[in-house]
Each structure stands twice: as structure tokens, then as C-alpha cells.
């Protein structure tokens, strides 16, 4: 794990808020169905120019309905941009609806099984997640790590929303939001992903 620089809380929310808010269709869900990369790419601008006009206020009042934990797990801690191995951080257990089994471990751990799966189509690789991994892949991996407002959100293992919590192995970060999209970015061969990294406020970041 490496930090490059801090960050502000705010613009991790605007991060989450931007990313998320691509998902969201006319009725309210969140549901990203097969799309061209062009029509992603304009999903993603108009976004983004949301999320830019954006105060801090009107961020929180975005993320904390549905997430108030994470809102203040957010607000509760110090934020880096930086750089993480696949073997090094873990995704949310059951992340996509995907087997128990296949969270347990790192995130390389999971893109193996995800990857094995997508190549066999097997019954067991869970529809939410097939669907997700499977449409990045096709259309928008490429920008996932090169725009900031795609970067993947994590925290230091154990801490912030507990994403991994009641899994027998810890990981020196669990991510937070961007399980997917840190999948697909593995499955696709990725070995060190960029992310924003929180970290308790009363703990101090180590290099």
C-alpha cells in the first residue's frame, strides 16, 4: 500500500456520489444495463458535471439516506489517493451477490474465481455480478483508472464500514465502494490499483 498525497473527505463523497449516480435510472434504480462505451462515456460526463456543482452539503444530503454509516465513516477519517496491490485489500463479503467463499480472500482471490467462471459461464458466477463485470469489460475498463471520479474507495482493513466483517482473513484494506470495478479491473489483469484510501483519524497513515 502506497500514499501519494491527501485528499479531502469531500472529494471522496463526490467521488462516491459521481459513480454511483451513473447507476441511476428515471424510476430510481440502480441499474446499469448493457450499454455501448460511447453511451457510458456520456452517462459518466453528465455525471460528473453534477457532481461538480455539488457543496459539501449537497453531497452529504446525497449519501446519507440510504448510507448514513458510510457518511460518517467519510467524514471520520483521513483520505489519501493512493496505490494498492490485488493481493493486499479485499472485497465487501458477498460483493455482487457472489458466493461467500469467493469474498473470504483478497481481491486477486475473487477476480481468479470470477474469471474461471465468466470462461466456464458458469450457473454459480451470481447474475448482479456477471452482469456488472461482464459490461465493464466490454465497454469502459480502460477508464476506470484513469478517471478520478471512477477510483475505486477503500479503507485501512478493519476499519470505516466494515465491509469484510465475520471473514476469516482481514486484508490490509477492505473496499468500501467500487467492488466491481476493482473486480473487473483484475479480472482484466490489473496488479496495483489506484483508490482513495481512508484511514481512522485517530490512526496514523503508514506509508
Given at each position: 500500500m502506497?500514499?501519494?498525497?491527501?485528499?479531502?473527505?469531500?472529494?471522496?463523497?463526490?467521488?462516491?456520489?459521481?459513480?454511483?449516480?451513473?447507476?441511476?435510472?428515471?424510476?430510481?434504480?440502480?441499474f446499469?444495463g448493457?450499454?455501448?462505451?460511447?453511451e457510458?462515456?456520456?452517462?459518466?460526463?453528465?455525471?460528473?458535471?453534477?457532481?461538480?456543482?455539488?457543496?459539501?452539503?449537497?453531497?452529504?444530503?446525497?449519501?446519507?439516506?440510504?448510507?448514513?454509516?458510510?457518511?460518517?465513516?467519510?467524514?471520520?477519517?483521513?483520505?489519501?489517493?493512493?496505490?494498492?496491490?490485488?493481493?493486499?485489500?479485499?472485497?465487501?463479503?458477498?460483493?455482487?451477490?457472489?458466493?461467500?467463499?469467493?469474498?473470504?480472500?483478497?481481491?486477486?482471490?475473487?477476480?481468479?474465481k470470477?474469471?474461471?467462471?465468466?470462461?466456464?459461464?458458469?450457473?454459480?458466477?451470481?447474475?448482479?455480478?456477471?452482469?456488472?463485470?461482464?459490461?465493464?469489460?466490454?465497454?469502459?475498463?480502460?477508464?476506470?483508472?484513469?478517471e478520478?471520479?471512477?477510483?475505486?474507495?477503500?479503507?485501512?482493513?478493519?476499519?470505516?464500514?466494515?465491509?469484510?466483517?465475520?471473514?476469516?482473513?482481514?486484508?490490509?484494506?477492505?473496499?468500501?465502494?467500487?467492488?466491481?470495478?476493482?473486480?473487473?479491473?483484475?479480472?482484466?489483469?490489473?496488479?496495483?490499483?489506484r483508490?482513495?484510501?481512508?484511514?481512522?483519524?485517530?490512526?496514523r497513515?503508514?506509508?
Amino acid at each position: 500500500m502506497k500514499l501519494l498525497r491527501k485528499v479531502s473527505a469531500r472529494e471522496v463523497k463526490r467521488t462516491f456520489v459521481i459513480a454511483n449516480d451513473i447507476r441511476i435510472q428515471k424510476n430510481g434504480r440502480r441499474f446499469l444495463g448493457r450499454i455501448t462505451e460511447e453511451e457510458f462515456r456520456k452517462k459518466f460526463s453528465r455525471s460528473k458535471q453534477k457532481g461538480l456543482r455539488m457543496t459539501t452539503k449537497q453531497l452529504d444530503a446525497r449519501v446519507s439516506p440510504d448510507w448514513p454509516r458510510r457518511l460518517h465513516a467519510y467524514n471520520e477519517s483521513d483520505w489519501y489517493l493512493g496505490e494498492v496491490t490485488v493481493n493486499e485489500i479485499g472485497t465487501w463479503k458477498k460483493a455482487g451477490d457472489l458466493p461467500l467463499s469467493w469474498t473470504n480472500g483478497s481481491l486477486k482471490d475473487t477476480a481468479d474465481k470470477v474469471r474461471s467462471a465468466i470462461e466456464k459461464d458458469s450457473g454459480r458466477f451470481a447474475k448482479r455480478a456477471r452482469r456488472a463485470v461482464k459490461n465493464m469489460l466490454a465497454t469502459n475498463v480502460g477508464l476506470l483508472q484513469k478517471e478520478k471520479y471512477l477510483l475505486p474507495i477503500i479503507f485501512k482493513g478493519g476499519t470505516g464500514t466494515r465491509g469484510r466483517k465475520g471473514l476469516k482473513r482481514q486484508m490490509k484494506g477492505d473496499i468500501d465502494d467500487g467492488c466491481m470495478r476493482s473486480i473487473a479491473l483484475a479480472v482484466h489483469g490489473v496488479k496495483t490499483i489506484r483508490a482513495y484510501i481512508g484511514f481512522p483519524k485517530e490512526t496514523r497513515a503508514v506509508h
